[in-house]
C-alpha cells in the first residue's frame, strides 16, 4: 500500500510538473504585445538599453521588467525601475533616466496585476485617467517622476488595489472622493507633489491602510478626527502643509501608530495629553506650528521615543519631570519655545546637548547655563 501510495504521489507531481512545463511555454497574446510595444514607443531611454530586449514575438519569454500570467500567457506585470540593483543598471553604472510619458495603451493590459514605472526622473505627463479600468491591479507605483496633473478622479474603481504610491512628482489637484473607496489599500504615499484641498472627512474608511504618507502638499483644512479608528494605521505623515485647527487628541489612543509627522503646519491650541502619553509612538514631529499651552507632563516607563520634537512653537512652563521616568527617548528638541525654569536631572537630559533647549525663555541646568 505504502509503494502504491508513493507511485500515485509521485505520478501526481510528475502531472503537475508536465503541466507548468507546458504553461511555461504559452506566448502573450498579439493584443498584449502591441500594447506593450505602443507604450514602450512614447518613452525614451538613450542611456541604459532597458529596452533592448524587447524584440521577438514572446513578451512573455524575456522583455525585461514585463511578467505574465503563467496559466493564460497574459501580461500580468510590469516592473521598470530607474533606481534599483538590477543588473542591467549596475552594469550601466548609473541610475536611470528615462523621457516620455505613459501611454493610455498601458491600459488594454487588461489582465495587470503590478504596474511599476519608478525613479526615472524625467517621465512626465498626466496619469492615464484609464488606468482605473484595470480591475486586477494590486500595485500601481509610479514615484520618482515628474507627472503631472490630477489623480484619476475615479480611482476608487480599482477594489484590489494595496499600494498606491506616486510620492516625488508633480501631481496637483485634490485628493480624488473616491480615493476612500480602496478597501484594500494598505499603503499610500502621495508625498512631495502639489496636491491641494481637504483630507476626505471619510479618510478613516481605509481601514487596511498602514501607511498614509501625505506630506510635502499644499493640503488644508483640519485633521479629520475619525483618523483615530483607524486601528491598523502605522504611520501617518502630513508634514510640511498647510494644515490648520487643533490635533484631535484621540490620536493618542491609536492602538498601533508608532510614527507621526504634523511638522510644518498651521496647528494650533494646546498638545493633547493622550498623545504624549501614547505607549505605542516611538516618532512624534509637531515641530514648525504654532501651538501653545504646557508641555503635558504625562510621560511613564512605558513611553518610548527614538525622537521627540515640539521644537518651534509657542510651548510655555516647564520641561516636564515625568520625562526621567520615560523608558526611552533618544533624540529631544524643545528649542524655540517660551520654556522656563529648571531643566530636571538625569536621563535623558543627560545626553542631550544645548541646541535642544535653546531660544527659550528662562530656561537653566545642564546642558545650558547654571540656574542662579
Same mark, same amino acid.
Given at each position: 500500500?505504502?509503494?502504491?501510495? !508513493?507511485?500515485?504521489?509521485?505520478?501526481?507531481?510528475?502531472? !503537475?510538473?508536465?503541466?507548468?512545463?507546458?504553461?511555461?511555454?504559452?506566448?502573450?497574446?498579439?493584443?498584449?504585445?502591441?500594447?506593450?510595444?505602443?507604450?514602450?514607443?512614447?518613452?525614451?531611454?538613450?542611456? +541604459?538599453?532597458?529596452?533592448?530586449?524587447?524584440?521577438?514575438?514572446?513578451?512573455?519569454?524575456?522583455?525585461?521588467? @514585463? =511578467?505574465?500570467?503563467?496559466?493564460?500567457?497574459?501580461?500580468?506585470?510590469?516592473?521598470?525601475?530607474?533606481?534599483?540593483? %538590477?543588473?542591467? #543598471?549596475?552594469?550601466?553604472?548609473?541610475?536611470?533616466?528615462?523621457?516620455?510619458?505613459?501611454?493610455?495603451?498601458?491600459?488594454?493590459?487588461?489582465?495587470?496585476?503590478? /504596474?511599476?514605472?519608478? $525613479?526615472?526622473?524625467?517621465?512626465?505627463?498626466?496619469? *492615464?485617467?484609464?488606468?482605473?479600468? #484595470?480591475?486586477?491591479?494590486?500595485?500601481?507605483? /509610479? @514615484?520618482?517622476?515628474?507627472?503631472?496633473?490630477?489623480? *484619476?478622479?475615479?480611482?476608487?474603481? /480599482?477594489?484590489? #488595489?494595496?499600494?498606491?504610491?506616486?510620492?516625488?512628482?508633480? !501631481?496637483?489637484?485634490?485628493? *480624488?472622493?473616491?480615493?476612500?473607496?480602496?478597501?484594500?489599500?494598505?499603503?499610500?504615499?502621495?508625498?512631495?507633489?502639489?496636491?491641494?484641498?481637504?483630507?476626505?472627512?471619510?479618510?478613516?474608511?481605509?481601514?487596511?491602510?498602514?501607511?498614509?504618507?501625505?506630506?510635502?502638499?499644499?493640503?488644508? =483644512? @483640519?485633521?479629520?478626527?475619525?483618523?483615530?479608528?483607524?486601528?491598523? &494605521?502605522?504611520?501617518?505623515?502630513?508634514?510640511?502643509?498647510?494644515?490648520?485647527?487643533? !490635533?484631535?487628541?484621540?490620536?493618542?489612543?491609536?492602538?498601533?501608530?508608532?510614527?507621526?509627522? #504634523? $511638522?510644518?503646519?498651521?496647528?494650533?491650541?494646546?498638545?493633547?495629553?493622550?498623545?504624549?502619553?501614547?505607549?505605542?509612538?516611538? +516618532?512624534?514631529?509637531?515641530?514648525?506650528?504654532?501651538?501653545?499651552?504646557?508641555?503635558? %507632563?504625562?510621560?511613564?516607563?512605558?513611553?518610548?521615543?527614538?525622537? /521627540?520634537?515640539?521644537?518651534?512653537?509657542?510651548?510655555?512652563? $516647564?520641561? *516636564?519631570?515625568?520625562?526621567?521616568?520615560?523608558?526611552?527617548?533618544?533624540?529631544?528638541?524643545?528649542?524655540?519655545?517660551?520654556?522656563?525654569?529648571?531643566?530636571?536631572?538625569?536621563?535623558?537630559?543627560?545626553? &542631550?546637548?544645548?541646541?535642544?533647549?535653546?531660544?527659550?525663555?528662562?530656561?537653566?541646568?545642564?546642558? &545650558?547655563?547654571?540656574?542662579?
Amino acid at each position: 500500500m505504502a509503494a502504491q501510495l !508513493i507511485y500515485h504521489l509521485l505520478l501526481f507531481a510528475l502531472t !503537475i510538473l508536465a503541466m507548468g512545463t507546458g504553461v511555461s511555454s504559452v506566448t502573450c497574446s498579439s493584443a498584449d504585445r502591441a500594447a506593450l510595444l505602443k507604450f514602450r514607443s512614447e518613452l525614451s531611454d538613450p542611456y +541604459i538599453g532597458v529596452f533592448s530586449s524587447w524584440t521577438g514575438e514572446d513578451c512573455c519569454g524575456h522583455w525585461y521588467g @514585463v =511578467g505574465c500570467d503563467q496559466e493564460t500567457g497574459r501580461v500580468a506585470d510590469i516592473t521598470l525601475r530607474g533606481e534599483s540593483e %538590477d543588473p542591467i #543598471l549596475t552594469r550601466a553604472g548609473r541610475s536611470g533616466l528615462m523621457t516620455g510619458r505613459i501611454s493610455p495603451a498601458v491600459c488594454r493590459l487588461d489582465r495587470l496585476s503590478s /504596474l511599476v514605472i519608478a $525613479d526615472w526622473k524625467q517621465i512626465s505627463g498626466p496619469i *492615464p485617467a484609464c488606468i482605473t479600468s #484595470l480591475s486586477a491591479l494590486r500595485i500601481l507605483d /509610479l @514615484v520618482g517622476n515628474r507627472l503631472s496633473g490630477p489623480l *484619476p478622479a475615479d480611482i476608487g474603481k /480599482l477594489s484590489q #488595489l494595496t499600494v498606491l504610491n506616486v510620492a516625488d512628482n508633480q !501631481i496637483s489637484g485634490s485628493i *480624488p472622493k473616491s480615493l476612500t473607496n480602496l478597501g484594500s489599500l494598505m499603503h499610500l504615499n502621495l508625498g512631495n507633489n502639489r496636491i491641494s484641498g481637504r483630507i476626505p472627512s471619510d479618510f478613516s474608511k481605509l481601514k487596511m491602510l498602514s501607511r498614509a504618507l501625505l506630506g510635502r502638499n499644499q493640503i488644508t =483644512g @483640519v485633521i479629520p478626527a475619525s483618523i483615530s479608528h483607524m486601528n491598523r &494605521l502605522a504611520d501617518l505623515d502630513l508634514a510640511d502643509n498647510q494644515i490648520y485647527g487643533s !490635533i484631535p487628541p484621540a490620536i493618542g489612543s491609536m492602538l498601533v501608530l508608532s510614527s507621526l509627522y #504634523l $511638522d510644518s503646519n498651521r496647528l494650533s491650541g494646546a498638545i493633547p495629553a493622550m498623545l504624549l502619553g501614547s505607549k505605542g509612538l516611538g +516618532i512624534l514631529n509637531l515641530s514648525r506650528n504654532a501651538l501653545d499651552g504646557h508641555i503635558p %507632563d504625562v510621560f511613564t516607563s512605558r513611553s518610548y521615543f527614538t525622537a /521627540l520634537d515640539l521644537s518651534f512653537n509657542k510651548l510655555r512652563g $516647564d520641561v *516636564p519631570k515625568t520625562l526621567l521616568t520615560a523608558a526611552f527617548v533618544g533624540h529631544l528638541d524643545l528649542s524655540h519655545n517660551h520654556l522656563c525654569g529648571r531643566i530636571p536631572e538625569g536621563s535623558p537630559f543627560d545626553h &542631550l546637548e544645548a541646541a535642544s533647549f535653546a531660544n527659550n525663555d528662562c530656561l537653566c541646568g545642564w546642558p &545650558l547655563q547654571s540656574c542662579q
